[in-house]
Each structure stands twice: as C-alpha cells, then as structure tokens.
C-alpha cells in the first residue's frame, strides 16, 4: 500500500505511471457521470465516482487478485481502511468479471486518513475499505480510480 500527495507519484515504480500521469494532466475534465473510461484498453482504465462517506461499518473489505487500484481524491476526504489478509472472512465468492472478492474482518483495522490531492494504491491481494467518513458525518467525495493490470 502506498499513500502520499499525486505531486510525488513520479516517486514510485507503479506501472502505467506515464499513463496516469497524463490522464491527470487535466483531472477537470473527467465525466463523473460515467461508469468507465479506457486509457490503455484493460490494462489501464478509469472509474470515476461522486458519492457521499459512510460510516466504516456501512461496507466491506475488498480485495483484487489481477488489478492494482489507484485511488485519487479529487475532493472531499475520506478515510481508507486497510487490514492483514489473515484477519479477513470471506463474505462471498471472488467475481473473477469484477476482479473483486469481499470480506468482513476482525481487529487489526489501520486508518488512512485521504485528503484531496493524495493517493493511495492498493496491489493485488492488499484488502480495503474505501468512502469511509472520517469526521462528524458524510462529507461528499469526487475519486478517480484507476485500474492498473498487475498479472
């Protein structure tokens, strides 16, 4: 897991970087009322989101097997919940077409406090749970998520 302002993200060894970085060049001009937009086919593409916090109990962990996340909040912030795979039940089979598996976990929940401007990436297998408020109550949050393919 890396967490840290997108002015660093020349930092980090992340594939498709050049991609992202272009894409980002100009963040206003992505269609929050899209589902998905390809930038390199499947192995990178975008899935902007408008939505408001929840309480951390409200959702659950999440893993992915062949995609790493790259989460950028444009606005808003919101907390981030990462937990050790071994502290994780399973909370449904995994949807190879979503490359998403969900868990409920015990213990061990570590808090990622994401403002606007920064980044987190979770790599394949690394379980969290995103849109967690982190103040009084919800606050609305804009997020770019971009997909990278790892496997």
Known sequence: ?????????????????????????????????????EIDGRDLFLRPSAYLTRLPGEGLFETHDVYADLQYVVSGVERMQLVPRESLTPSGAYDPARDMAFFTARGDVTDVIVRAGEFTVFFPGEAHRPMCQCGRGPEQVKKLVFKIRMK
């Open 1 to 37: 897991m890396i967490h840290d302002n997108i002015t660093h993200i020349s930092r980090y060894d992340i594939p498709m970087v050049e991609g992202i970085r272009r894409f980002m060049s100009d963040p206003g001009r992505v269609d929050f009322n899209v589902n998905e937009i």
